[in-house]
C-alpha cells in the first residue's frame, strides 16, 4: 500500500460522448471529416500536455454498425497517444452480443488500449503510473442499470479513478431518466476522481468532500454543426492527494481553471 501522504503526481485526460460514427451514413463527408476532427484534436490535447493516460467515459462510438473506416479512425488516434487509455463503455457502445468493440481487434491496432468489458464492474491497474482505474460496462439499454452501486473498496495503487456513464440525479428527483448516479452512490466508492459520461455539457458534480467528479462534456454537440462548448478536461492528481480540473479548448480558446467549471445540482 502506498503512503497515502504523498503520491505520484499524475496527469490524466478525461472525455466522453465522441459518438464516433455518427454521421457514417447520410449525411455527407464533410460533416463526417469535421467530427473526425474533433478528436483529432482531442488526442492533440493530449499529446500537448503530456497526460500519463487517458479515460473516456462511454459513448466513444455512436452504434455498432459504424463505418470500418471509423473503427480504424479510432485505433490509430487512440495509438497516437501511446500512453495508457482507457474505455468504459456506454449505452450507444455496450458491450456483449453484437457489441462494436468486436469488430476490430484493438489488441493489435491501439496495444495501449483497455476496454471495459464487465457489466458488474473491473478494474484495470495501470501499473507503471500506480493508477487504477474501475467501473461497469453497458451491456444493452437497460433502464436501472447503476453505473456506480455496489463498488469495491479502494485496491492498492496511490490512485483510483472510477468511470461510468449515466445522469447524475437528486435522490429526490423524478425517475424519468435511466442509469442513474446519484451522490451517495460516487461518495460510497471513496475513488479519487470519477470521469462521467452521457451529459453533453461539462460540469462538476457534487460527490463528497473526498471525491472530485465531472463529466466532460463532449468534444461536439450532435446535430448542432458548431464547435461551441468543445472542451476536453485535464485532470491533475497531486502529490497531496488533491485532484485538480482544467478545461482545455479545442478551439485555441483560454483554458477554464477549476473553480469556473460549472458545478450543477443533481437534476
Ligand atoms: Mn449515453
Do not use: C
Not at 455539457?201 to 465531472?214: D, H, I, N, W
Request: net charge negative; aromatic share 8%.
Amino acid at each position: 500500500m502506498s503512503d497515502p501522504s504523498r503520491r505520484p503526481k499524475r496527469r490524466m485526460m478525461h472525455t466522453s460522448d465522441v459518438h464516433l460514427g455518427a454521421y457514417d451514413y447520410g449525411s455527407g463527408g464533410e460533416q463526417r471529416d469535421h467530427h473526425h476532427e474533433r478528436f483529432i484534436r482531442v488526442i492533440d490535447v493530449g499529446i500537448r500536455e503530456n497526460v500519463d493516460f487517458t479515460v473516456i467515459a462511454g459513448d466513444f462510438f455512436d452504434n455498432a454498425r459504424v463505418f470500418e473506416d471509423t473503427l480504424q479512425f479510432a485505433a490509430d488516434q487512440i495509438a497516437r497517444m501511446k500512453s495508457p487509455v482507457v474505455i468504459g463503455p456506454g449505452n450507444h457502445d455496450h458491450v456483449g452480443p453484437n457489441s462494436v468493440y468486436d469488430r476490430l481487434d484493438f489488441a493489435t491496432h491501439a496495444p495501449n488500449l483497455s476496454i471495459l468489458r464487465v457489466p458488474e464492474g473491473e478494474t484495470v491497474a495501470l501499473e507503471s503510473l500506480d493508477v487504477e482505474v474501475w467501473g461497469k460496462s453497458h451491456t444493452e439499454q437497460l433502464p436501472d442499470f447503476q453505473p456506480f452501486t455496489k463498488s469495491p473498496p479502494r485496491g492498492d495503487a496511490a490512485w483510483q479513478i472510477g468511470v461510468g456513464h449515466g445522469h447524475f440525479i437528486h435522490p429526490k428527483a423524478l425517475l424519468h431518466h435511466s442509469f442513474h448516479i446519484r451522490e451517495d452512490h460516487l461518495m460510497e466508492t471513496e475513488r479519487d476522481y470519477i470521469a462521467l459520461g452521457h451529459w453533453e455539457q461539462m460540469t462538476r458534480v457534487s460527490a463528497g468532500e473526498l471525491t472530485t467528479a465531472a463529466y466532460s462534456g463532449a468534444p461536439e454537440g450532435l446535430g448542432h454543426g458548431s464547435t461551441v462548448g468543445g472542451r476536453v478536461l485535464i485532470v491533475d492528481l497531486h502529490e497531496d492527494g488533491s485532484v485538480e480540473l482544467t478545461a482545455h479548448s479545442l478551439d485555441d480558446e483560454p483554458a477554464l481553471a477549476h473553480n469556473d467549471i460549472p458545478y450543477l445540482e443533481a437534476m
